[in-house]
């Protein structure tokens, strides 16, 4: 990597990718708050589905992106760990969405891994099980949250691996 005439700080991309996942999360709650309009306000829980899935289309996009190193490990470890902090005041709170956001990163990269033309499909009704939608049938709301949400992910997945992917033609990421 001597190569590189630039440096760009591991600490300076997690700050410009915590703000990408700031504007996908903001857009993202918006949205959906919208399409719930006089039907339900959302709660807790719902609150952190959406949590989970901006934040899991950053740090999958960061493991598509970057090589293997110590600064790859920090920038997801810090970016996770600001947002965890940001939104959760109480270690407990924080923990409990730690392993739920775990456990929606595995499901999400299990269907990105696989070869597949319903990957938008999968990750929304995947996102709306979790989000508390009714489980049964298919009704028009859950239609709308559940495309709306997966193709959301996949257009922000991609979109922020070409800035990880620019930003690392040009610049050595140092720590």
Do not use: C, W
Not at 85 to 104: C, D, G, I
């Amino acid at each position: 990597m001597g190569f590189f005439s630039q440096k760009i700080t591991a600490d300076k991309l997690t700050e410009s990718l915590a703000g990408l996942f700031d504007a996908s999360y903001n857009g993202l709650s918006e949205k959906v708050r919208g399409l719930l309009v006089g039907t339900e306000i959302l709660n807790e829980n719902q609150n952190q589905e959406l949590l989970a899935v901006s934040l899991a289309a950053v740090v999958y996009s960061v493991f598509k992106s970057l090589e293997e190193t110590p600064a790859k490990r920090y920038v997801i470890g810090k970016l996770q760990s600001d947002v965890f902090n940001q939104h959760f005041l109480s270690p407990e709170k924080r923990s409990v969405f730690a392993t739920a956001f775990s456990t929606r990163v595995r499901e999400y990269t299990e269907v990105l891994n696989s070869e597949n033309r319903d990957a938008a499909i999968q990750i929304g009704e995947i996102f709306y099980t979790h989000f508390g939608g009714k489980k049964d049938g298919v009704d028009n709301l859950k239609l709308k949250i559940t495309v709306f949400v997966g193709s959301a992910f996949l257009h922000f997945a991609i979109e922020t691996k070409k800035y990880l992917d620019e930003v690392v033609s040009k610049y050595e990421i140092v720590l």
